[in-house]
């Protein structure tokens, strides 16, 4: 690491948390005018950085909508904590300044019963959208939506759009201001502008003239993958939520779609290391929480990988023939399973981009047939030359028989690295056909499933080749 | 799979490419006009889907500025192939329409010669930005940025302002326009606001007086990661790009910044399934780039492999001794790659967000210290019991000292499940440390460590277990 990138590392937050663990020592009441010119994320950071039970004085010294500002940034788990252990009265004031769908984050994050309390202190407007909002499932896109966002009647002059608008922003509505939606007399969308394209238009026109009416949306009940894939796929700052009826209900903004994206990614990249993905950052994480998502896939890949041991047994005669076999086990075995790693990784990634559908199935099959092939030969080469040199220089004495011994080391390779490659590329389809996230084929449950038919076909080629020579 | 999840794979593209086919081969004249309503987005997905040889008569068919939009949307592959293929002077007149930003993108992705051909055909003005713009590097910053902004002198009244963006907005300017940077006399970056807090600004009042003068900023070199950070912490929808002088050249969009996340997780799951990242989607990339990137981690990783036949060599009298020794060597040391590839895969993901820096080895190790010691006791008595059960059960005989050969089992799973969840955890720290890429700790990498160790841990417990008895 140069030391250029270890300055950068160095945040903003890390630079002045000393000094505001000083003043919430000695001076909190200056806290406020002192953090006055912090981004509410770094002040978030700062918080996460503290010590538990000086994040709560820190929120109190600062004024209710600022407090608020900077719990929308802080991280989850902590942000609980430390709602569930103010007053049930403050926590409402700190949650009811926040936007609408951080609210909802935050409440359904916490123990049910603080929630409801909370909730109960937060004032009959706020508290009734809040409840509209916590509805809809976390993860669809009605989870996802905030409901700060600009609709205008469709009949509306351009002129009557700004002053709305300008009035709205005076007041201090934040979210999802810089797009403004079109709505027919029964709520239905029916049109879209950014305020750009709002200032750019004509004095006097009506917005229904000037707005473009064909307008990407997500259902309340989306999975929200599908905002994901909207929002790259056509490049908005905002997706609009609409109902069954196409109503509009919200709005989704994209930073809270960076965040899904994020979330996503971490949990399909835990499953591909062969653990169930965790809730928490891996620090926030109890050991207890660590080994309730990581030894469920260990143990039952342990017990797939006895098959090895049934396998070996089986052929134990073989072995005790000529324990030679034995040496090159997991050399031959592990070739299968890194191929397989790789053709997993790279479909997996592929679906989740949606670059591969469930359909291009045989493509990806008959492309794999000739890499497996390929990579095999080449490995298989490899693997001969290690026995004949070996053999050659007097490394190791593998008998009269290393030629047939070198071969059978080849041979295997061959079919491990193919039989390796189509089962990695072949297994998440097969997963998703069948219902399951293709993303839980992971590296280790690939490696488990080639290694025991590795163990097959290596003593089986040795069987047919050795026979009458080593065995 | 549900119907319903089907029925949303089917996308808008899918369902209008064979009427667009068809109108391509019988009256291409009517394109521009059949498909007005459709998102350009979804035209260049339609793009992607019909014979290569028709995308350029699509495009051509479509107006200029029309075309233009559709190419913004393709993928980068056919997007330079497509270009490539027309002449130069329709090439440039495409290219001019596109914004700034993805105008470069296209030219980097292109094979030299021809991007000089085309670029001299572009009109002078757009020329001249494009050439600044293509002297950042395509992953910094500087390459990410789009010079279509709105800045405006800090000395500005809220009226003025308006009426410049109003002016700008008419004339077509699209990017990154959402957001009002304020300079001074220098070009310096001196403040910002969002237009709606422009539009909520009191009539006379100075910008310089409303906006935000702590402006979260990207220097023109800071590498694209850094920008992804700014972004996702900040929840910006655009980041302002500076010079070293501060001086305000450029800004980055969210949606460029959406491309590169998904871009580094992409690379960063290729590279934890053991291969070297694709330049291209998976279905894309020729079966010779495959292979360029999967072979030579295949092979040292095969290489590497051998070292666990010189230690069975090593160890060869003790297998002739017992050759029931043999059967469980695939079950022990796999539990070892199992373990490491959950830890790693955790830590890579963990220093992706920053969540663990450098710093933080110490907190993981001892965390991972106390997890492999209970994950490999767990699966220690599982294996034990293997080999105690199926003694007692009469399913293999592993004659009379079964419980020592279960006893070395099951101690020798302890400690290559410690040792691989250790090496699996450490592994990203001191790739880092050595200025390498810690993604590069792949699941097979960490495996193929594993394993030797688990060979050699594996006979020398066998050996100090079972001498005078087995051995």
Same mark, same amino acid.
């Given at each position: ?9 160095? /945040? ?39 010590? %538990? ?5 820190? !929120? ?48 359904? &994050?916490?123990? &049910? ?9 937060? #004032? ?6 809040? &409840? ?20 205008? #009647? ?10 709305? *608008? ?27 502008? /950014? ?10 026109? *009506? $917005? ?67 653990? &169930? ?13 660590? @080994?309730?998502? %990581?030894?469920?896939?260990? *143990? ?5 990988q006895?098959?090895t ?18 040496l090159f086990v997991p050399l031959v075995i592990s070739s299968g399973g890194n191929s397989g790693s790789q053709?997993?990784? @790279? ?9 591969? /559908? ?18 095999g030969?080449?490995l298989?080469?490899v693997g !001969? @030359?290690r ?22 080391v080849?041979?295997t390779v061959?079919?491990v690295v $193919?039989f390796g490659?189509?089962?990695g ?18 590296a280790p449950?690939v490696a488990t499933l080639v290694d025991v038919t590795g163990v097959?076909l290596y003593?089986?080629?040795? *069987? ?8």
């Open positions: 690491m140069t030391p250029e990138k270890r300055k950068q590392e160095q /945040s903003v937050a890390a630079l002045v948390a000393p000094d505001i663990l000083e003043l919430l020592q000695n001076d909190p009441a200056s806290i406020a005018a002192e953090t006055e010119e912090l981004h509410p994320a770094d002040l978030a950071d700062v918080a996460e950085l503290l010590p %538990r039970e000086l994040v709560l004085l820190l !929120l109190m010294s600062l004024p209710s909508a600022r407090a608020a500002d900077v719990l929308e940034y802080l991280n989850e788990e902590l942000r609980s904590e430390v709602l569930e252990a103010m007053d049930a009265g403050q926590a409402a004031a700190f949650l009811t300044g926040m936007t609408p769908d951080e609210r909802v984050d935050a409440l359904d &994050e916490m123990d &049910e019963e603080a929630a409801d309390e909370i909730l109960e202190a937060i #004032p009959e407007k706020e508290r009734a959208e809040t &409840e509209r909002l916590l509805q809809y499932e976390a993860d669809t896109a009605g989870g996802l939506m905030t409901t700060e966002f600009v609709s205008l #009647p469709e009949t509306d002059t351009v002129e009557e759009a700004l002053a709305t *608008i300008r009035a709205m922003a005076r007041v201090g509505r934040r979210e999802a201001m810089g797009t403004v939606y079109l709505v027919d007399g029964r709520g239905t969308l029916a049109g879209v502008l /950014s305020l750009r394209e709002l200032l750019a238009a004509a004095e006097g026109a *009506i $917005l229904r003239d000037v707005a473009w009416t064909d307008v990407v949306t997500a259902l309340a009940t989306a999975d929200r993958e599908e905002v994901v894939r909207l929002t790259s796929n056509y490049d908005l700052v905002a997706v609009p939520v609409v109902d069954a009826d196409h109503r509009l209900i919200g709005v989704i903004t994209v930073d809270d779609v960076i965040d899904v994206i994020q979330e996503e990614q971490t949990e399909d990249a835990q499953k591909f290391g062969g653990l &169930e993905a965790l809730e928490e950052p891996y620090l926030q994480s109890s050991i207890a929480d660590l @080994l309730k998502k %990581r030894s469920p896939w260990l *143990i039952v890949l342990f017990v797939g006895m098959f041991a049934a396998a070996m047994g089986y052929f134990q005669g073989a072995i005790d023939a000529a324990t030679v076999l034995a053709a997993t990784s @790279l479909i997996i990634r592929a679906m989740a981009l949606q670059e591969v /559908s469930a359909r291009d199935w045989r493509r990806v099959l008959g492309r794999e047939v000739v890499l497996g092939l390929i990579l030969t080449m298989g080469v !001969l @030359l026995v004949v040199v070996w053999q050659w220089f007097g490394l190791y004495p593998f008998g009269d028989h290393y030629l047939l011994l070198a071969t059978t080849g041979t061959i079919g $193919l490659t189509l089962t590329a072949m297994l998440p389809f097969a997963l998703k056909k069948f219902g399951f996230d293709p993303a839980s084929a992971s449950l097959v003593f089986t080629i040795a *069987i047919l080749l050795l026979r009458g020579t080593l065995l």
